[in-house]
């Protein structure tokens, strides 16, 4: 198992372009989330899925955009990248059986800088 | 809302000297509570967790961490600090239930564990 996988590993943009940051799982997970770290911060919830087809919003989540169109994957769109959206964003994903076991699991991050 | 208060965003000790990061949750019924670390660059990783079994859980690395649920706390803490175990920490809660939007984790601001030679 690869786990969870996130490409890039980094990207600087320019303000106003747009991206989409990739996030990959095998492991057969219904859900998955993507947190953004910034220092002092703590991880904050931008987008999550609890499966295909299904996504809801985070704590953070304008300037973000996502879709879930098939169980591995979960992309995040960045539509017109600003300076505030400079971060280090996680992927992560859980098994949402219903049982107590709610343990994520994290993907190495990518680091986005924009200018 | 969840709410999680890690105290101390620096911690530093000697090497083999007790380590104890602390983590208050705000919550009336007792969540499911994780506690996570960060090597430099990397992602997070799971240290161990609480999901109402016993009080006290041990996880990885020789970390342990008590629910005290009079206090609110799930402080984590190590016997004997090892050079290794320099790392961002953090503490995490979520909802218990099975609907999805209770798998969202709130984390704290953490705290970054220095330990000296």
């Known amino acids: 198992n690869a786990g969870v996988t996130q490409t890039p590993k980094f990207q600087v943009l320019k303000t106003g372009q747009s991206m989409t940051l990739q996030c990959a799982q095998d492991?057969?997970?219904?859900?998955m989330s993507w947190y953004r770290q910034d220092p002092g911060m703590g991880l904050r919830l931008i987008h999550y899925?609890?499966?295909?087809?299904?996504?809801d919003q985070g704590e953070v989540p304008n300037g973000y955009n996502v879709s879930r169109s098939t169980t591995e994957d979960f992309p995040l769109r960045l539509l017109s990248a600003a300076p505030s959206q400079t971060s280090v964003y996680f992927c992560?994903?859980?098994?949402?059986?219903?049982?107590?076991?709610?343990?994520?699991?994290f993907g190495p991050g990518t680091r986005l800088l924009v200018l | 809302a969840q709410s999680v208060t890690q105290l101390g965003s620096h911690v530093s000790v000697s090497e083999g000297a007790l380590v104890l990061l602390r983590c208050n949750y705000s919550?009336?019924?007792?969540?499911?509570l994780f506690w996570y670390v960060q090597y430099p660059n990397q992602g997070l990783q799971l240290l161990l967790k609480?999901?109402?079994?016993?009080?006290l859980v041990k996880g990885i690395n020789g970390f342990e961490a008590e629910f005290k649920k009079s206090e609110t706390s799930f402080h984590l803490t190590k016997p004997s600090a090892h050079m290794s175990d320099a790392a961002e920490y953090f503490c995490?809660?979520?909802?218990?239930?099975?609907?999805?939007?209770?798998?969202?984790?709130?984390f704290g601001k953490g705290t970054l564990l220095t330990v000296n030679p």
């Open positions: 492991m057969n997970h219904e859900y």
């Open positions: 992560a994903s859980t098994v949402a059986a219903g049982g107590p076991d709610k343990t994520q699991y």
């Open positions: 609480y999901t109402s079994a016993a009080t």
């Open positions: 899925s609890v499966g295909a087809g299904i996504t």
């Open positions: 995490a809660v979520s909802d218990r239930g099975s609907g999805g939007s209770n798998y969202k984790l709130t």
């Open positions: 919550s009336s019924v007792p969540p499911y």
